[in-house]
């Protein structure tokens, strides 16, 4: 991994850590060491979750009073580590995206704590969340919704250093003309308006902005999922080699199992607002212990059309408004061994060298 302080990276500030004091105790009872035998492993995290939650408030009746609550993430913590590719999976409306914009802050979490190189991001005031967001940057889905349409290319990726940096125009100017050309689009490219390029070369331009303020995190939510297939991988490469340049930190958020493979160190597993388990790639993919895993995993097709052990997903899946008590897979569970599923939800429990699975099986 390229020394953080070459280059580009200078102006991160790495004083972060020291630069508050009141961070918290950030063990919180919850860690487990999930990278033993990683090559991560002796690393600090960057980001620590403890327990996240973010319910949507539901109101209905004429007073529209509060009645209940959409509980898209409910309870989630792990630890994403320096330098690492940490991906998010999970089925469409599980809280992917809820959760990666809770963890920026994006969305104020109804619960729970995001720490943040040692600073517990809800302690801080507005400002200073403001500031600390320079360090941490979101690419979303969709690029087209996200780059503002009568803006020019040159504009869009000033506008983070504008409103987060106090860097001198030139300075802002010249590091336009980098990372246009970092991305794989040229200086010509900058007078022009966002409509008048590809689904992918937006993209490009999103990732541009979200680099220009020299983030140490990056959360990208289906980055590739609106691409053209033969164009997801060149963003993926690019995102790659970035990483490498940049000594990035990626929350990878997909519900593309062959994507978060290719690109991920370790991945968590979301089911219905919560985390079923937590393990490095290949660990995940070779031996997934929870019963929600395997079941995934088994929907995917393989050279020779679908696997012919495959396990169905029953039924549809529940709605996190009011979901199933317990183990909150219960309901479609192939494993399901009796009344303690329905009665008792199971904590995360390392299963493995460092695998996590939160299953009454593993109790
Ligand atoms: P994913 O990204 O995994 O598809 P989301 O985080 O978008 O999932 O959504 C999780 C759940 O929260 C879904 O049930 C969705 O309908 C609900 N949800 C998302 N955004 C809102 C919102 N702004 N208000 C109410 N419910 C929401
Ligand atoms: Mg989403």
Redesign the pocket.
């Known amino acids: 991994m390229k020394d953080n302080s070459g280059g580009h990276t200078g102006d991160r500030d790495s004083k972060t850590a020291t630069t508050f004091t009141d961070a918290p105790d950030a063990t919180g009872g919850h860690s487990f060491d999930s990278t033993e035998s990683s090559e991560f492993s002796g690393t600090e995290a960057l980001v620590k979750l403890r327990n996240v939650q973010k319910y949507?408030p539901i109101h209905s009746g004429i007073l529209k009073r509060h009645t209940s609550d959409?509980k898209?993430v409910d309870g989630v913590s792990f630890d994403i580590w320096q330098g690492e590719t940490f991906g998010l999976v999970?089925e469409?409306?599980?809280?992917?995206?809820?959760l990666g914009k809770t963890v920026l802050h994006l969305l104020e979490p109804t619960g729970g704590e995001v720490i943040f190189n040692g600073i517990n991001l809800a302690s801080l005031s507005s400002a200073k969340l403001r500031e600390r967001r320079r360090n941490i940057q979101m690419i979303f889905q969709d690029p087209a919704s996200s780059l503002n349409p009568r803006m020019s290319v040159e504009q869009l990726i000033e506008e983070p250093m504008t409103s987060l940096t106090e860097w001198p125009k030139e300075r802002r100017k010249k590091r336009v003309r980098e990372l246009i050309q970092e991305v794989g689009l040229s200086i010509d490219h900058l007078p022009r308006r966002p409509h008048e390029f590809s689904g992918g070369q937006q993209q490009r331009v999103a990732i541009a902005r979200a680099l220009s303020v020299n983030p140490q995190f990056i959360i990208a939510d289906e980055p590739t999922s609106a691409l053209d297939v033969s164009v997801q991988a060149k963003i993926l490469n690019l995102l790659k080699d970035l990483q490498v340049e940049y000594d990035l930190t990626f929350l990878f958020i997909s519900h593309d199992l062959s994507v978060i493979r290719n690109f991920c160190d370790r991945v968590a597993v979301m089911y219905l607002g919560e985390i079923a388990e937590v393990a490095p790639t290949e660990v995940l993919f070779n031996r997934p212990k929870h019963p929600y895993t395997k079941a995934l995993l088994s929907s995917v097709p393989t050279m020779d059309g679908l696997q012919e052990d495959r396990i169905q997903l029953e039924g549809d899946v529940p709605s996190?408004e009011n979901p199933p008590s317990g183990c909150r897979y219960h309901t479609r569970c192939q494993e399901y061994i009796g009344p303690v599923c329905e009665d008792e939800s199971p904590e995360l429990k390392l299963v493995d060298a460092a695998q996590v699975c939160a299953c009454h099986h593993y109790e």
Do not use: E, L
């Open positions: 949507y959409v898209a999970g469409s409306g599980c809280g992917k995206s809820t996190p």
